[in-house]
């Protein structure tokens, strides 16, 4: 009885540990890694953005539900910010514009002309008759150089050049009401963003309006929550089938304890171990702790199927093949990926812990159990270890011959996913997702004023049509005044000036007394810092891709239907400014992820090389030791270049999910090659005959699962498992040569 | 300081109760007035140009105490305001004071001779002042 109640004593204390203070993660960066530098800097400020469309037919009814939603939107803990059309600027905003009109939009010399004053007096007069003139009062007339009538235009522009109807955005091909909201800046967490989606689409439909919604948060919740409903699924599936075949086999409670008890306590120990290591614990170290089901409920059934006599010999080899994968496994702390590295150490704890527990818990048991009769399917293989050689060279020049370019993504969204940004690609002009322009800058001058040498580039691609717009804070505001070439006018010659041009549209020439005092005061305004952009609602809206650095601020420049991105990335490489670079994000994407491949795959190289030599050291023996490693590499080769012909470049997941094969290798190698030195022929094959049924069933159940990664990792392992199988029962001399 | 700026037109009530400004000089432009924005028609080479204009809540007030002299039945928005009366030969001058309690924030004067409104004049926090002269009146 103590067998089962000290361990599950101390499987409560983990579970206990585990609900109070592990914290799942599942940030980007930490499976990109170092890699991701670039990608974060591509990556930055505006994934808290959303965009809701509702759709009807009838403009009133949609109108009525994005004022009713949006007014709903702001009260919401989880929004900072929403907007379901123009907003009536604040006039302590206008207040802070007008003083420092000449620091956001300083006057060029042809502004200060005696002409260019007169031509805009005349402008600001009759502006005072249009009903927008009630609405700005005397400041276009007090300020003659145009600066501040200037950025009254350029507040006036719409936010992606929509029109509205009754004060609400309207897409453009009129089928929709549109709503921007800017989520809370708070951790992203998938069940509260889940949630929001799903209270917004309620509210939609009381209105009788259907919704979309658009925004880096709300697909990622998506793709959280299909994977882990997915694997939620196929976990429960699996476990039920498992439980199915296991109970039959085993024909005892207290053996079907025993064999899942181990593997239950090494999951439980890896978890509390990665968050004392890492300080949380990856979604992706998690799912691949799931995988622990191939290899750790194997060291149970070993014990189970061998005899109480050969037990002791049992433990052994169980011990040696957990080391040995422990080993590969560990090697992954050398990509520096943080994510790959806490599945390392998941993945070597959970085995040596399933490993040492099997040999505690599970009862010495002589009872025969029920097996496929897996050694008559054991057939010849003339000269087996040249022909494996020969698989080996094979499959690595199939691998190594795919196509570079074809990476695949990690996550994949849902399908959905896609038809809805076609959807809003018609309804409204979207930034781009793939050219992105990042401009930084030691501090916000410095910022701004590489912005404003880039101005001119991007006002040219405009201008010939390979661009639609840009957006960023450097097109609202300007370096400053001591940046500009404008002359500083000294009082009485603006005095001058502007009596010249009050007398040239008929109007008192002593006004020209309080607009030079205004220009006075104008040039003299402190110059704009970091805290004005976080003073106003409007400025956050305008400065919302600026971020501040370690080293700085930065911005992501939004481009709006880039023609012809390599040309005006040529144009931007070419200007030279410090700074500014223009991305692909695609591209970026797509280096960094065959980086992270190509690194995972190296150092899982390493990690076979030192399993290996355990391997040698643990038997003993090495020649025994290079078959079984030839015959692992050969099957897991052979597994790779199949998928790789069936579905192009393996991707970062595949390649961990043959490291698994690896270690389920050596484990049915160590079994099935020791003849003479244990059991009978028949307990060796039962012992592999159970695992290898064990695996197959967990993994093809993952392969039937709606989600790629899942599907992946499932084909990945269940046909792993089957080649080898198959190369392990090849045997260099004919059947029933060894057996006794 | 100069010539005052002429415009001609007429105000009337829509029929979704918006104000409704008609300019025909010195250029042709509806102005709806709403509860919270302004939509300027003007008539241009393309066709219709209509622009929208939130209404600032500084000015909200403004605009709805003109919406209610014209509409003559809303009386109840212009009561709801601390207000003053004052009288003499040259005419009336009714004074709303639209800011926060007890703090002449925004001032609304209404300047009038018998039944006739001759201005709307308003006096902001920050010292500016916007006064629309009606036509005909001195």
């Known amino acids: 009885m103590i067998r089962f109640t000290v361990p599950a004593a101390i499987l409560c204390a983990l579970l206990t540990f585990i609900f109070v203070y592990v914290e799942p993660a599942s940030d980007a960066e930490a499976i990109l890694g170092p890699a991701a530098l670039d990608a974060s800097k591509i990556e930055s400020a505006n994934d808290r953005q959303l965009i809701i469309s509702l759709v009807s037919e009838k403009r009133e009814t949609r109108n009525k539900a994005a004022r009713a939603i949006a007014g709903w939107l702001a ?63 005397d400041r276009l007339l007090r300020d003659p150089t145009g600066s501040f009538a200037g950025i009254v235009d350029r507040l006036g522009e719409t936010p992606s050049g929509l029109t509205q109807i009754d004060g609400v955005w309207q897409s453009r091909d009129d089928t929709a009401a549109i709503v921007f909201v800017t989520l809370d800046d708070r951790p992203f967490e998938t069940a509260e963003t889940t949630d929001l989606a799903q209270q917004i689409r309620a509210r939609a439909t009381e209105f009788d309006v259907e919704s979309y919604m658009l925004g880096p948060r709300i697909i990622a919740a998506e793709i959280s929550k299909q994977t882990s409903q997915a694997a939620s699924f196929a976990a429960l599936v699996a476990t039920v089938f498992l439980l199915v075949w296991l109970a039959w086999l085993l024909r005892s409670g207290r053996r079907l304890l ?75 702390f050398g990509s520096g990926v943080p994510a790959l590295m806490q599945t390392g150490l998941f993945v070597s704890t959970g085995l040596a812990v399933a490993a040492i527990s099997s040999r505690l818990i599970v009862p010495r048991d002589d009872t025969v159990l029920r097996a496929p009769p897996m050694e008559r399917l054991a057939w010849h293989m003339p000269f087996k270890g040249w022909v494996e050689a020969g698989v ?38 979207l930034p781009s997702g793939q050219h992105v322009i990042t401009v930084e800058g030691e501090n916000l001058s410095a910022l701004l004023a590489r912005e404003a040498a880039l101005r001119p580039i991007l006002d040219a691609a405009v201008a010939e049509g390979s661009l639609g717009r840009y957006s960023m804070l450097g097109a609202f505001m300007s370096p400053g005044a001591d940046a500009t070439p404008a002359q500083r006018l000294s009082g009485p010659e603006f005095n001058r000036r502007a009596t010249e041009a009050l007398r040239e549209n008929g109007m008192v020439p002593g006004f020209a007394a309080t607009q030079t005092a205004d220009y006075l005061a104008a040039l003299a305004a402190p110059e704009i810092g970091p805290g004005d952009l976080a003073a106003f609602p409007e400025m956050k809206l305008i400065a919302a891709n600026v971020s501040q650095t370690e080293t700085g601020w930065r911005e992501r420049v939004q481009l709006f239907d880039p023609k012809e991105p390599r040309k005006l990335s040529i144009a931007v490489a070419s200007a030279k400014i410090a700074g500014v670079d223009m991305f692909d994000i695609r591209q970026k994407i797509e280096a960094a992820l065959i980086d992270l491949r190509n690194r995972v795959a190296k150092w899982l190289g390493f990690g076979a090389i030192a399993a290996f030599a355990i391997l040698a050291i643990g038997l003993g023996d090495w020649r025994r030791a290079v078959r079984i490693a030839l015959t692992t590499a050969a099957a897991t080769v052979f597994t790779a270049a199949t998928l790789t012909l069936a579905g192009g470049t393996l991707g970062v997941f595949q390649i961990v999910a043959l490291t698994l094969i690896v270690g389920i290798g050596i484990d049915y190698g160590l079994f099935l090659s020791g003849a003479g030195e244990q059991d009978t022929d028949h307990a060796r094959y039962r012992s592999v005959a159970l695992c290898a049924g064990s695996t197959l069933i967990a993994f093809s159940i993952m392969a039937l699962a709606s989600v790629r990664i899942l599907q992946e990792v499932g084909l990945t392992v269940s046909l792993g498992v089957i080649v080898m199988i198959c190369f392990n029962l090849a045997q260099p001399i004919r059947r029933g040569a060894d057996a006794q | ?128 002042r916007r006064r629309i002269v009606f036509a005909g009146a001195s």
Not at chain 1, 301 to 320: G, K
Not at chain 1, 396 to 411: C, E, H, R, W, Y
Not at chain 2, 79 to 98: F, M, R, V
Not at chain 2, 118 to 126: A, D, H, I, K
Request: glycine share 10%; aromatic share 6%.
């Open chain 1, 392 to 429: 080996l060279i094979a499959g690595i020049t199939v691998i190594a011959s795919a196509p570079a370019g074809s990476v695949k993504t990690l996550f994949e969204p849902p399908g959905h996913v896609d038809a809805v940004i076609a959807r809003f690609a018609e309804m409204l002009p």
């Open chain 2, 1 to 128: 300081m100069a010539d005052p700026v002429v415009t001609s037109g007429w105000f009337e009530i829509g029929t979704d109760g918006d104000l409704v400004r008609h300019q025909r000089t010195p250029d042709s432009a509806v102005t709806r007035i709403g509860e919270k924005f302004i939509f300027v028609r003007r008539d241009s080479e393309d066709g219709d140009n209509t622009t929208i204009f939130p209404i600032p809540k500084e000015l909200a007030p403004l605009f709805s105490s003109l919406r209610s002299i014209v509409r003559h039945t809303d009386r109840k928005t212009l009561a709801a305001y601390p207000h003053e009366l004052q009288s003499d030969t040259t005419g009336w001058k009714l004074s709303l004071n639209t800011g926060s309690t007890g703090v002449p924030d925004n001032l609304i004067h209404l300047r009038g001779c018998g039944d006739v409104l001759q201005s709307v004049e308003l006096q902001m926090p920050n010292g500016e």
């Open chain 1, 75 to 137: 009260t919401h803990d989880l929004v900072s910010g929403v907007q379901s059309g123009p907003e009536a600027l604040s006039s302590s905003f206008m207040d802070w514009v007008w003083k420092r009109r000449f620091r956001l939009n300083p006057p060029v010399d042809d502004n200060l002309s005696v002409e260019s004053m007169s031509d805009r007096l005349a402008q600001a007069r009759r502006a005072l008759t249009q009903g927008s003139g009630m609405l700005i009062g």
């Open chain 1, 258 to 332: 025993s064999t899942f008890l181990p593997l239950i306590l090494g999951i439980a120990t890896a978890t509390v171990v990665v968050q004392l290591g890492f300080g949380s614990v990856h979604v992706v170290a998690l799912g691949f702790g799931g995988a622990l089901v191939g290899l750790a409920l194997d060291y149970p059934l070993h014990l189970l199927s061998h005899s109480a006599e050969n037990r002791r010999q049992t433990e052994r080899l169980v011990l040696i093949g957990a080391i040995t994968t422990a080993a590969g496994f560990l090697a992954l």
